[in-house]
T-cell receptor, first 108, second 115 residues
Framework: AQRVTQPEKLLSVFKGAPVELKCNYSYSGSPELFWYVQYSRQRLQLLLRHISRESIKGFTADLNKGETSFHLKKPFAQEEDSAMYYCALANRDDKIIFGKGTRLHILP | KAGVTQTPRYLIKTRGQQVTLSCSPISGHRSVSWYQQTPGQGLQFLFEYFSETQRNKGNFPGRFSGRQFSNSRSEMNVSTLELGDSALYLC??????????????FGPGTRLTVL
C-alpha cells in the first residue's frame, strides 16, 4: 500500500537547535516527494519538493531511497518555524498522498 | 494575483441532506483538486479536475462527486450526508495537472458540520 508516515505528532525544539521532521514512505517506484507547511491562521502551502533540490527558509530535505525517507531538516530553528508540517507523495498516477502531519513547536 | 477562494467558508447540514461546495482557482490554473481533512485521517485526496475532465479520483464513495466549468471553477457535491462527512474540505489549484511537477495552491477551506 502507498503510504506516507510522519511518526511524530508533535515535536518541540529549542530556538537555535537543529530540527529534523521525519517522513517515511511506502511506495514501489520512484516517488515525487514534497513538504507542505501550514502556519497559524494561514493556508497550506508548498515548502519544498525533492525534484527542485532547493533550500527554502533554511530547510532542506534529501530523498533516501534505501531508507524510503524524506526527512526535513534545518540546522538552527527559529520561532517563526512553528507550524504544522505535512510530507506528501505523488504516485505514478499523480495522486497526492499526505502524511498526517507533525506540529513543530519552537521553544524560546 | 488573487488566491484560491472557496465558498462558503462554513456550512452546517443535517444527515441525509446534500451539499455543494465551490472553488475558484487562481486565474490561469487549469487543475483543481479537492481534499478532505479530518483529525483522524488527515488530508485525503478526493478528486482532481483538469480542463473540465475528472483526471483522478480517490477512494471515496459515489456520494462524493464534482465537476469543473469552462472557467476552471469547480464544485464538489456530497449527497446523503453522514455524520462522518464532517470535515474541512480543501481545494487546491495548479497551473499544470497535479503530480510531481505541479505546485498546488490551497484555498482556506470549507468547514462542513453534519448534525
Amino acid at each position: 500500500a502507498q503510504r506516507v508516515t510522519q511518526p511524530e505528532k508533535l515535536l518541540s525544539v529549542f530556538k537555535g537547535a537543529p530540527v529534523e521532521l521525519k517522513c517515511n514512505y511506502s511506495y514501489s517506484g520512484s516517488p515525487e516527494l514534497f513538504w507542505y507547511v501550514q502556519y497559524s491562521r494561514q493556508r497550506l502551502q508548498l515548502l519544498l519538493r525533492h525534484i527542485s533540490r532547493e533550500s527554502i527558509k533554511g530547510f532542506t530535505a534529501d530523498l533516501n531511497k534505501g531508507e524510503t525517507s524524506f526527512h526535513l531538516k534545518k540546522p538552527f530553528a527559529q520561532e517563526e518555524d512553528s507550524a504544522m508540517y505535512y510530507c506528501a507523495l505523488a504516485n505514478r498516477d499523480d495522486k497526492i498522498i499526505f502524511g498526517k502531519g507533525t506540529r513543530l513547536h519552537i521553544l524560546p | 494575483k488573487a488566491g484560491v477562494t472557496q465558498t462558503p467558508r462554513y456550512l452546517i447540514k443535517t444527515r441525509g441532506q446534500q451539499v455543494t461546495l465551490s472553488c475558484s482557482p487562481i486565474s490561469g490554473h487549469r487543475s483543481v483538486s479537492w481534499y478532505q481533512q479530518t483529525p483522524g485521517q488527515g488530508l485525503q485526496f478526493l478528486f482532481e479536475y483538469f480542463s473540465e475532465t475528472q483526471r483522478n479520483k480517490g477512494n471515496f464513495p459515489g456520494r462524493f462527486s464534482g465537476r469543473q466549468f469552462s472557467n476552471s471553477r469547480s464544485e464538489m457535491n456530497v449527497s446523503t450526508l453522514e455524520l462522518g462527512d464532517s470535515a474541512l474540505y480543501l481545494c487546491a489549484s495548479s497551473l499544470v495537472a497535479a503530480g510531481g511537477l505541479a505546485e498546488q495552491f490551497f484555498g482556506p477551506g470549507t468547514r462542513l458540520t453534519v448534525l
